[in-house]
């Protein structure tokens, strides 16, 4: 899969590169809940494999026997400027654009990790395991801070909250993310999910919203 994002900038193509796809584990408490987490004093970091990322209309493609693998719709953040110690007040100035994202994760792998005190990174790593809208400009994408996410899964509602409920906030995020790996133009920051996870199976569709311009749709595959 590309790895690439090519966006309309004051009518110029602009294109990025992603290196990295930074996650954001436990930013919701409805979802800290559910999991059966502890609200986290700072951010939860985790890396996922740009290789995972695909495309709005693309099928996730779920490998046999990786038992269940759970949608997880997030607000995404794409880095425009290199910045490192990016103080929190500096930190809009390095967001190029937003989307809608799918933080796809194989569940039974991801706890079964956890209980041996293991990474995570192969369940969130998979390919296809990273879907992507197509991106909006920060400037046009309205206030990300308060922003409606809803996911359905076969035109069912399934997860349905707003931005305004993360535990640590856009602009902290990426100040904190600063703090110890440089962020670099093209790098994703998926910011965490709301409660409501739950599995997809091969012949599904998964449809989230973010705001009023991010839309991302995708169907579910067997390989
Ligand atoms: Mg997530």
Known sequence: MSSDFSLNV???????????????????????????????????IFLKAPSALTRNGCPILIPDAIGRVDYEGELAVIIGKKGKNIPIDESRNYILAVAAFNDVTARDIQLEAKKKGLPWAISKSFDTFAPISKPVLLKDAGDIDRMDITLKLNGQVRQSSNTSLMIHKVDYLISFISKFMTLEPGDVIATGTPGGVGPMSPGDVVEITVGNSLYLRNPVVKI
């Open 10 to 44: 004051q009518g110029k193509v602009k294109r990025v590169k992603c290196q990295k796809i930074i996650g954001v584990a436990r930013n919701y408490l409805e979802h800290v809940k559910e999991m059966g987490a502890e609200k986290p004093e700072e951010p939860v």
